[in-house]
């Protein structure tokens, strides 16, 4: 069988399974990141665990299976978008873990009780710095030729076929040509001039959680050149951070969770939505999107003594005062603001059952339906907060075999992967661990793994 | 509670993994840290403690110096803190000045006991002579093992001043028990804490696995062989002690320049600096240690056999006078952090 020579487009987890699968299968592989070398892996260098079907096995703690996970993906992103697809990558995914194990990835193993393993999710050791760094040592002895900094930059189509790529090299553009390709470049997150044409202004105050790379050009010039489009078009995934973390790539750990356990309030010292509200898990995704929608996309949580020690800890040190009145003022909200709106939070308090839980609060015109905890014990703290972005929704439509799909058909030779496809699969909401299982399936399908 | 420059930045750096705690896993570090919400300099130091330098959570690190905001190194950080734990729990206190200039110190202090010796020798025997003299007229038995007992004794009186300190600023308020004393032992003896939890030690490269922790265990197990058989002197020359010693010495010969050569290699700046300065002489007065230990049966009937006995002498003195002033501590709070960690996890 003569080889095909393969380029991927891209340097994150869709891209990495793609380049080995293909590889592996024999075929002459190149992969051009945008990134330099140590700046590589895209988001799938911040990530940390998998959802993926399977039995009983050995790195969770029980089974779970495909209709399981299919329901739990339908619970938070409505319908499917496209069906065959994510029936594909739903089946799939119960080779992800093993597939994964078998190139170099070590998961957690229950070490003695102290790890408390997951049902639903493996946790592979050292995080996604370690997970995109096996895969390239991998791609070293497979022989993949990776070109760093390379930026595409242009696709040149022919009807249904790509004809080449273009390049961004140091010292000008350069002409790439190969059998098939396949793109694996992420969402357009690190793109805050596309962001801002949903956010305006306001799109300087949030914050992207991962690489500052993922600027969205391949998925551009695919729109540009007809292909369909699903996900949710408006933004994407967003949760809380805390608003002095940097503007990019501050990962997992500026996330604030610390919203069910106080109250949140916006610039005017106002409560805007239920921080109560039970709908985990979708809880943690809404509340960045609430904040982006408010003005100057800032908010605060206030929370007192009681709380600390009941959320993650975090990476800054909280504003704290002896008295809500100091707290307003280093906070800088308008006089006597905040102090009225925890009076009358505290006031409205109901505790009658004796589950924390079911303590609510209606001492204003926005309930307060669970945790309702008083905030009365000094010292009083609160995190400034800001929306972080975690990836967009928006991508390019693919069919089973992984082949991109144009308004005229199917592009016989042009592939995605990743999350510039998760769209097919989650057209907005988000289910943890399942963009690198997405990534994983696509890319592999896409790098020749065959479908039956 | 003693506050420190690097105990700040440890602060720093490590509440940035307590919100994030990729980690978890590699080592004692991650469990220990996911018990505090707030973390202490007490606490940092326990940490600094239970780190046994293994690398992978700086090679699993997104937020590293110098690339990122964060600029984290925990390898590095937790060794500028364990050096500042050395320095602050030596007993007597100035005598930390030894630890500071560990490599300067240990020559000097080899060089006063060997003069020391030729004094001593050329008086009782005169130099010519020395090596015709029968060992156990040179080291009558009572001079050799009062000798011994006598620096044991020093040692082990410094070590429990010391550790009483540390173990103080360290406890939480909790006492000891023989629950947490015995597995830190276990945990000691199968080197818990070198194997990144089966992904392997990064020292001295990414791609190492089992370099250090191998070499470690040569040089732990070849000094604790080494350590029990010297009891039986004179058996150490000839007998079944002398086959313990020798490969006593082999193990801690072997290990030594197995250390030695990952000091060599090591990739330069990822390291305290600090904590390197006290490495190295270490191991190689170790090596010494080791190498003029294998010679004991193999020149026995030569006549280097005196001199080199005399010189083996030497360097294992220096290494005990220095014992509580030197890296010849780290095991003491080590294992101090050991057992706290296995107090505060408890059952399990
Ligand atoms: C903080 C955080 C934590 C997360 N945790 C998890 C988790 O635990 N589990 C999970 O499953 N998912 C997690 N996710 C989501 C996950 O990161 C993504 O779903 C997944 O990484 C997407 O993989 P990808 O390969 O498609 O994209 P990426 O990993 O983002 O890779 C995209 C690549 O394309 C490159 N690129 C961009 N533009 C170009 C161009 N023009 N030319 C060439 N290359 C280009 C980028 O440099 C990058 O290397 C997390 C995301 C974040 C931000
Ligand atoms: S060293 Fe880095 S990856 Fe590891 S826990 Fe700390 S912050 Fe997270
Ligand atoms: S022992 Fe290894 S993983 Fe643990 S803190 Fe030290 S360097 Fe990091």
Redesign the interface.
Known sequence: MPKKRVIIIGGGNAALSAAIESAERGNEVVLVEAAPE??RGGNS??T?DIRYAHKEDEFTSGSYGVDELKNDLLSVTGTLENPEVAKMVLEKSEFVAGWMNAHGI?F?KE?????NLSRTNA?F??????LV?TYYNLLKKLNVRVLYESPLTSIKFRNLHIENITIQKENGEEVLQADEYIFASGGYESNKEWLGQFWQEGVKNIKVRGTRYNMGKPLKLLMDNGAILCGEEKAGHMVAVDSRS?EY???????IDAIPWGITVNIHGKRFYDEGEDIWPKRYAMWGRLIADIDEQKAYVVIDRKA??KF????YKPFSAETIDDLEKILGLPVNSLKGTVDNYNKGINKESSDLFMWSSSGSRIPKSHWAMPIDEPPFFAYPLSPGLTFTYQGVKINKTGRLMMIDGEVDNGFAAGEIASGNILKKGYLAGFGLVIGNVLGRVAGGWEND | MTEYSGVNEAIRQL??C???R?????CYVW?AIEM???IEPGYVEHLANLCHDCR??Y?????NEP????KLNIPKTLGNVRMETYENFIRPKILKKVLQKEGIITLLTIIIIFIASLLYISSRFGIYNFYKIPVTSVFPVYLFKGVSYFIYLYVAVLWIFEGVAYWNEINDGKHMNSMGIFKAIYDAINHKNFW????GCKIPSENNKYERPVAHMMVFFGFIIALISVLFYPGIISGYAGYAYFIGSILLFAGSIGMIHIHMVDTKGLRSEKQSAIDYPFTVLLFFVGFTGILIPISVKTYIFNWNFLIHDVFILTLFILAPFSKFIHPLFRFLSLIKYRID?GS?
């Open positions: 140590k700046f260098k911040y940390r070590i957690k070490i003695k009780g102290t790890l946790f050791m050292g995080g996604g710095k370690v760094d940097p790539e501050a990962g997992i750990v500026s996330r600390i020690g993650m800890p975090t990476v | 509440s940035i307590n919100a994030c990729y980690c978890e896993g590699y469990d505090k919400f707030i992978d959570c090679y699993a690190c997104p937020y690339d990122h905001a964060f990144g939890g089966g992904t996890t399990s």
